[in-house]
C-alpha cells in the first residue's frame, strides 16, 4: 500500500503544473522508504529534530527482527509485513557467540548470514538501524558474549581494559566488513550503527570506556549516525532512549543532549520465561499510548522492541528465557499477526505516515490543556494534559492531544470539552475532527479477528532409546574428563551443550533421609543417579543475574543402599544477560563443595561426561539415528528421565501464511529436532508454551524426522502433533482505507 506506483494522467496543458504539484504534494506526504533511493548512494547526518536522508529530515517507523532468531525463509515475509504495516526501517542486533563461537573462527552462514539480511531488507526497501554491540543483552544467551572470553588472561568485561577492548575490536572490524557494502553511502539501507548497549557509566574509568567507544566508532568512517543506548554515551554518538515509555525522557532530551534527536530505540515488548510470568504483556492500547505520544513530543525515530521476536532455536536463550521470545508483540514468535494489537498499531502508523512531512518538518509546539475540575465545574492548567499541534494553522496540520494522567479526564480544546480516557492520545485532523483514539481499539474489527489451529498430524509412530547412565557402555571415541574434585561446567563443555554428567563412586550409606548439597549458580538443574536409578531432581530456572545458589537436594529412595556409582546431571538453563559487567563470570554446574549427608564428597576420582551420548551421535540427524537401537516398547519408558524419541512424518500441507508448530503436550521437559534442526529447549509442563515453531525451510518435501530428548520424563508421547497456525483478519475496516 506504501509502493510509488506510476500514474498515467490525460491532462490539459494549464491543468498539468497543477495537477504534477499535487502528486508531489501527496508523495512528499507520507514516510519516505529505502526503496525511494533506488540503490543510489546517500548521504545520511542528523539535526536537532530528526535523522537527515540527503539533507531532508525523515521520520523513521521501525521495528527490531533479529536475524538469529527467524530464518532466511522467513525474513522477506516479516520485513514485508513491516513494510505493509506502515514501518519504513528496521533494526537488528548482532550475535558475537553466534558467530566466532570459538575464538578466531568466524561463521556467518544459515541463521547468521548477515548480508543475505541486509538485502533481503533492501530488496523489501527498508532502511536498517544496525547495532553492533557487541554485548547485546537481548535476553540472548551471555548477552551476546562468547563464552570462551571467560578464559582470556586478565579480562574485565565492558571497561577500559586491554584484553576486552582488543577483542572488541577484533570482532567490530569483522562486522564492520561484513556491513561495508550495505551503507548509506554504498547505496545501501544501513542509516544507523550502534555501538555497546545499555552502559550504566558509574565512575571515571567507566567514562573513559565510554568515549573509547565513541573514537573505535567513528574510525570505521561508516558515514552514518552511530547511537549509544540508554545509559551512558560518547560525545560523537546520539544518545537514545529505551524502555515502555520515553516521555520524561523526551522533555529533558533538550537540556541533556542539545542539538541531538530524539530516538527511541526500544519501545519494550517483554517476553516470557520459565516457568510462566505474563506481567509484562502490554495491552494494544498501551503500545498505542506510548507511541503517539512519542511523536507528539518530537520523536523522529521509534522502534519497536521486538516487531517480530523470533525463536530461541537450540540453547540461544539466556537463563530461564522461554524458545518463544517477545511472543506478544505485533508479530507473534511464529510469524503470525498478533491481533488486535497489529490492526490497532497499524491504523496509528498510516496516519502518522500520512502526515509525517507536516509532523517531521516542524519543530515541537507543546502546550498544556485545561483540564475540567469536577469538585467545582471548573476548566483548571492540567498538569498531565497537552496539546501538541503540527503545522500553521491555515494550512495542512495534525494534532495530538495527551492525557498522561492514569484516570479519565475532560479537557478543553478549542472553546469545546473533548473526553479522554487515562493514559490516552487522540489525533485530530484540520477540521478538528478525531481520526484517532488511543485507547479505542475497534472492537468491531477485534470480533472479526479468526485465529485457528488445525491439527495436521498426530498419529505418530514412536520409537525410544534411553540415555545411558550407571553402568551401561558409552563410545570409544567419546571425551571424558577425570579429576580430583568436581569442574565447572562451562569449562568443559564451552556452552556448546546444555549437560554435563558428573560421575563418581561413594562409600556412604544412603538413605530415603538422606540430602545431597551442591555449591552452583542459579539457572540450572540437576538430575541425580545412584547406580543408574533416578534418586533426586533439582530445578532452578529463574531470569535474573547469575549469582551462588546452594542446591539442597533430598533424595527420593525406598530402601538404604551402602554406597555406589553417583551421576549427577547438570543442566544450562542459559546463561544470563543481566548484570554482565566488569568480572562476574557465568558458571554453572558444581562450582564448589558438594556434600551428601554433611559429608565432604568434594575430592575423589571425578569423570566427567562433556554433553549425552545422544548428542555425541546426533542421534537427531538421519544418518546419527542409525547409530543405535530403537525400540517400539514406548510405553514402558514414558514417565523415565533421559529418553530419546524418534518418529517421521509427511511435510505438512499448510496455508503458506500459515506457522508450522508442533504441539508438545503430553512432554514434560527437554530438547526438540526437526531434521537435525533444534527447535528449542520445551517445557509444556511449564504453563508459559505448550506450541514450538518449526520453520518451513527446515521441512523436506517428502518424509521429515521428529526427534525429542525427555530430560524428566515423558507423560504422553502419543499426545504430541503438529498443527497449522493461522491468524486472518476478515475485515480491513480499521486501516481506514
Known amino acids: 500500500?506504501?509502493?510509488?506506483?506510476?500514474?498515467?494522467?490525460?491532462?490539459?496543458?494549464?491543468?498539468?503544473?497543477?495537477?504534477?504539484?499535487?502528486?508531489?504534494?501527496?508523495?512528499?506526504?507520507?514516510?519516505?522508504?529505502?526503496?525511494?533511493?533506488?540503490?543510489?548512494?546517500?548521504?545520511?547526518?542528523?539535526?536537532?529534530?530528526?535523522?537527515?536522508?540527503?539533507?531532508?529530515?525523515?521520520?523513521?517507523?521501525?521495528?527490531?527482527?533479529?536475524?538469529?532468531?527467524?530464518?532466511?525463509?522467513?525474513?522477506?515475509?516479516?520485513?514485508?509485513?513491516?513494510?505493509?504495516?506502515?514501518?519504513?526501517?528496521?533494526?537488528?542486533?548482532?550475535?558475537?557467540?553466534?558467530?566466532?563461537?570459538?575464538?578466531?573462527h568466524f561463521d556467518f552462514s544459515g541463521r547468521g548470514n548477515v548480508s543475505l539480511f541486509l538485502e533481503t531488507a533492501a530488496r523489501v526497501g527498508l532502511f536498517v538501524n544496525f547495532r553492533v554491540g557487541p554485548f547485546v543483552c537481548a535476553e540472548w544467551d551471555y548477552g551476546g558474549l562468547p563464552v570462551w572470553l571467560n578464559w582470556v588472561e586478565g579480562m574485565v568485561f565492558r571497561s577500559y581494559n586491554d584484553p576486552w577492548m582488543a577483542a572488541m575490536k577484533e570482532f567490530v572490524d569483522v562486522i564492520v566488513r561484513e556491513i561495508k557494502p550495505f551503507l548509506a553511502k554504498n547505496g545501501g539501507p544501513v542509516i544507523l550503527a550502534q555501538i555497546e548497549n545499555e552502559y550504566p557509566a558509574k565512575s571515571e574509568h567507566d567514562w573513559k570506556y565510554v568515549e573509547w567507544c565513541g573514537q573505535l566508532a567513528q574510525s570505521y568512517d561508516l558515514s552514518v549516525p552511530w547511537v549509544m543506548c540508554s545509559g551512558a554515551s560518547a560525545n560523537n554518538t546520539i544518545n537514545t532512549c529505551n524502555g515502555n515509555n520515553c516521555w520524561d525522557y523526551a522533555l529533558q532530551h533538550n537540556h541533556s543532549f542539545p542539538g541531538q534527536p530524539l530516538i527511541w530505540t526500544e519501545n519494550e515488548g517483554w517476553f516470557e520465561v520459565w516457568p510462566g510470568d505474563f506481567n509484562h504483556n502490554r495491552s494494544p492500547e498501551d503500545v498505542a499510548f506510548s507511541v503517539a505520544e512519542w511523536i507528539a513530543v518530537g520523536g523522529s525515530y521509534h522502534n519497536?522492541?521486538?516487531?517480530?521476536?523470533?525463536?530461541?532455536?537450540?540453547?540461544?536463550?539466556?537463563?530461564?528465557?522461554?524458545?518463544?521470545?517477545?511472543?506478544?508483540?505485533?508479530?507473534?514468535?511464529?510469524?503470525?499477526?498478533?491481533?488486535?494489537k497489529y490492526s490497532h498499531l497499524g491504523r496509528l502508523h498510516d496516519i502518522v505516515g500520512d502526515y509525517a512531512d507536516v509532523i517531521i518538518s516542524n519543530m515541537v509546539k507543546l502546550q498544556k490543556l485545561p483540564v475540567l475540575n469536577p469538585d467545582y465545574d471548573l476548566f483548571v492548567v492540567g498538569t498531565d494534559q497537552w496539546v501538541s499541534t503540527f503545522g500553521p494553522s491555515d494550512a495542512t496540520n495534525v494534532t495530538f492531544l495527551i492525557n498522561n494522567f492514569k484516570n479519565a479526564a475532560v479537557v478543553l480544546f478549542q472553546g469545546k470539552k473533548v473526553s479522554m480516557h487515562g493514559e490516552s492520545v487522540i489525533i485530530l485532523d484540520k477540521h478538528g475532527q478525531h481520526i484517532y483514539d488511543s485507547s479505542v481499539v475497534n472492537l468491531f474489527v477485534a470480533d472479526m479477528i479468526h485465529s485457528a489451529v488445525q491439527q495436521v498430524l498426530s498419529d505418530f509412530h514412536w520409537q525410544a532409546w534411553s540415555e545411558p547412565v550407571g553402568n551401561k557402555s558409552r563410545p570409544n571415541n567419546m571425551h571424558f574428563v577425570y579429576s580430583r574434585m568436581p569442574v565447572e561446567q562451562l569449562s568443559l563443555t564451552s556452552d556448546k551443550t546444555a549437560y554435563l554428567l558428573y560421575r563418581v563412586q561413594v562409600t556412604q550409606r544412603i538413605t530415603k533421609h538422606s540430602h545431597i548439597v551442591i555449591e552452583t549458580e542459579n539457572s540450572v538443574g540437576f538430575l541425580v543417579f545412584l547406580n543408574g536409578n533416578i534418586v533426586a531432581t533439582w530445578t532452578n530456572a529463574e531470569h535474573t543475574p547469575s549469582r551462588n545458589v546452594t542446591a539442597d537436594i533430598a533424595v527420593r529412595m525406598s530402601e538404604r543402599v551402602n554406597g555406589g556409582l553417583l551421576e549427577i546431571l547438570a543442566i544450562s538453563f542459559g546463561l544470563a544477560c543481566d548484570g554482565i559487567h566488569k568480572q562476574r563470570f557465568e558458571r554453572k554446574g558444581i562450582i564448589g563443595l558438594i556434600l551428601l549427608d554433611d559429608q565432604d564428597i568434594t575430592h575423589g576420582v571425578w569423570e566427567h561426561q562433556i554433553g549425552l551420548v545422544g548428542e555425541h551421535l546426533s542421534v537427531f540427524t538421519s544418518a546419527g539415528m542409525k547409530a543405535v537401537q530403537w525400540s517400539d516398547e514406548v510405553r514402558s519408558v514414558l514417565g523415565?528421565?533421559?529418553?530419546?524419541?524418534?518418529?517421521?512424518?509427511?511435510?505438512?500441507?499448510?496455508?503458506?501464511?500459515?506457522?508450522?508448530?508442533?504441539?508438545?503436550?503430553?512432554?514434560?521437559?527437554?530438547?526438540?529436532?526437526?531434521?537435525?534442526?533444534?527447535?528449542?529447549?520445551?517445557?509444556?509442563?511449564?504453563?508459559?508454551?505448550?506450541?514450538?515453531?518449526?520453520?518451513?525451510?527446515?521441512?523436506?518435501?517428502?518424509?521429515?524426522?521428529?526427534?525429542?530428548?525427555?530430560?524428566?520424563?515423558?507423560?504422553?508421547?502419543?499426545?504430541?502433533?503438529i498443527i497449522c497456525k493461522h491468524t486472518t483478519r476478515l475485515t480491513t475496516a480499521n486501516k481506514g482505507k
Open 1 to 104: 500500500s506504501h509502493a510509488r506506483l506510476p500514474v498515467v494522467v490525460a491532462m490539459t496543458s494549464t491543468s498539468c503544473i497543477v495537477c504534477l504539484l499535487f502528486l508531489i504534494l501527496v508523495a512528499d506526504s507520507r514516510l519516505l522508504y529505502y526503496s525511494d533511493l533506488q540503490g543510489k548512494p546517500y548521504n545520511v547526518s542528523y539535526d536537532s529534530r530528526a535523522i537527515l536522508i540527503n539533507n531532508k529530515r525523515t521520520l523513521l517507523l521501525s521495528g527490531s527482527i533479529h536475524y538469529t532468531r527467524s530464518t532466511p525463509a522467513m525474513w522477506e515475509d516479516v520485513m514485508t509485513k513491516a513494510k505493509q504495516e506502515g514501518l519504513n526501517c528496521i533494526q537488528t542486533y548482532t550475535f558475537w557467540n553466534f558467530h566466532e563461537r570459538s575464538k578466531g
Open 304 to 340: 519497536y522492541y521486538m516487531w517480530h521476536g523470533g525463536n530461541n532455536y537450540g540453547l540461544w536463550a539466556s537463563n530461564g528465557v522461554t524458545t518463544m521470545y517477545a511472543n506478544d508483540v505485533l508479530l507473534h514468535s511464529d510469524g503470525t499477526i498478533h491481533e488486535p
Open 640 to 721: 523415565k528421565p533421559l529418553i530419546w524419541f524418534q518418529s517421521s512424518f509427511l511435510a505438512p500441507t499448510c496455508d503458506p501464511a500459515d506457522a508450522i508448530v508442533l504441539n508438545a503436550t503430553g512432554l514434560n521437559r527437554g530438547f526438540a529436532y526437526v531434521n537435525g534442526h533444534s527447535i528449542g529447549r520445551y517445557w509444556p509442563t511449564s504453563g508459559v508454551q505448550i506450541l514450538y515453531h518449526i520453520p518451513s525451510d527446515w521441512l523436506l518435501s517428502d518424509i521429515n524426522d521428529l526427534t525429542l530428548f525427555e530430560e524428566t520424563g515423558a507423560l504422553d508421547v502419543n499426545s504430541v502433533s
